[in-house]
């Protein structure tokens, strides 16, 4: 009898500790699991794509592919997993915006193209047109949904305000376009060349020219903030209820009062030593990219110096933030570096092979870090995770 209980209570402990074992090896841990948030993991190539002309400009992505512009007038989308195409269109001329996926219709993808067309009918010569075309694309074949003509002749950007999209181009025209209609809801003209890019919250967008920045709703064109500048912006950061930042070519920053003041007071004013290239308000401080090869965390309250790194070379494409890191890169060279948002330090680096360059900021994903390159698109992973 009492060998009986033995046996059976033996039986019991290592029924336990096998099914422990079994689901200790085969639940889904940190080390396995299908996630690039940990930046400071050695990175190896999942895929490349050994493209030619692709085009500097930005990647934009989802959860099942990325879309990119190629320097022929060609879009493409690309399977996120695999690395091989969905579509490719043709396009036409020269792409002039980023592709933006509509983040309420997970349908469509926005893009602006300046189209070929002939110099005269006795040659097949052509020349890019003095226009462009803003296209809404199916995201799944590639096939156009609409399109509509602008005049204008500079570069596009593009802003998903719901019922609306907003293109701004780098002349100083402003349209909010009706995305079902396709019929105009606004329009504006500056008069005056954009000197940054323009900065969209959830109800305004922030634009800079050589001796002011202006504020407008992008419900109805209102301006809600206009101050006169003393010298041309060349970064720039606002938000509406907050506070505007912006730098200009001597390496100065400045911070504004709330746009709902009206006032040309600067709260604060921050030097370093070169035109101030990218400005980002992240949880740790504002990080400022410089031409002198640096890069600074201040705080955004008083502009007080947390710390600077000195770099390779210049970062000439936008920092990608993700938490408590930030991504660097320049297309001036071949090496991505991941920074501790906290020191300063350096905590990974991304290589390419010899030659090549990376062409915009990247794109990262649940489970990749994907760049655009002279070579091509590449798609880092962790190492210790298969692709």
């Known amino acids: 009898m009492y060998l009986f209980c033995f046996c059976r209570s033996l039986n019991i402990y290592y029924f336990f500790c096998l099914t422990f074992i079994l689901v200790a090896f085969f639940s889904p841990s940190k080390t396995f699991a299908q996630k690039t948030d940990n930046l400071t993991a ?39 997993k695999t690395g091989i195409k969905n579509w490719t269109a043709n396009l036409g001329g020269e792409i002039v915006s980023d592709p933006l996926i509509d983040k309420y219709d997970n349908t469509k993808v926005y893009i602006a193209t300046k ?94 020219f050589a001796n002011k920045i202006v504020s407008v709703s992008l419900k109805d064109a209102s301006i809600y903030f206009q101050t006169e500048l003393l010298s041309p912006a060349t970064s720039l950061f606002g938000h509406l209820r907050e506070k505007v930042f912006w730098g200009d070519e001597y390496g100065k920053v400045f911070r504004l009062n709330s746009f709902y003041k009206r006032s040309k007071a600067n709260l604060w004013k921050f030097q370093n030593g070169a035109k101030i290239s990218r400005i980002i308000l992240t949880t740790k401080g504002l990080l400022l990219t410089s031409l002198d090869n640096f890069v600074y ?9 947390i710390w600077k790194k000195r770099l390779a070379g210049r970062i000439t494409l936008d920092p990608l933030v993700n938490g408590e890191f930030v991504i660097l890169s320049s ?57």
């Open 115 to 208: 189209p070929l067309v002939p110099v005269d009918k006795q040659t097949v010569v052509n020349k890019i047109s003095d226009g462009t075309v803003i296209r809404s694309i199916n995201k799944v074949t590639g096939i156009t949904n609409w399109k509509i003509d602008i005049k204008t002749t500079e570069e596009v950007f593009l802003y998903d305000n719901g019922e609306s999209l907003i293109i701004i181009s780098k002349d100083g025209k402003v349209l909010a376009l009706n995305k079902l209609s396709v019929q105009p809801i606004w329009e504006i003209s500056f008069g005056d060349t954009l000197t940054t890019v323009p900065f969209f919250s959830e109800n305004s967008v922030t634009v800079t």
């Open 42 to 80: 050695s990175k190896s190539i999942c895929w490349n794509s050994n493209d030619k002309n692709i085009g500097r400009n930005h990647i934009a992505s989802d959860k099942e592919a990325i879309f990119v512009a190629y320097l022929n007038g060609y879009l493409a989308s690309i399977n996120i």
């Open 331 to 387: 297309s001036s060279n071949s090496e991505a570096s991941v920074l501790d948002l906290n020191t300063g330090k350096i905590i990974n680096q991304i290589s390419l092979a010899e030659g090549n360059f990376f062409l915009s900021p990247p794109v990262l994903t649940d489970s990749l870090l994907i760049f655009a390159t002279a070579k091509g698109i590449f798609a880092f992973k962790d190492s210790f995770v298969a692709c």
């Open 297 to 305: 965390l201040i705080s955004a309250e008083k502009g007080r110096l």
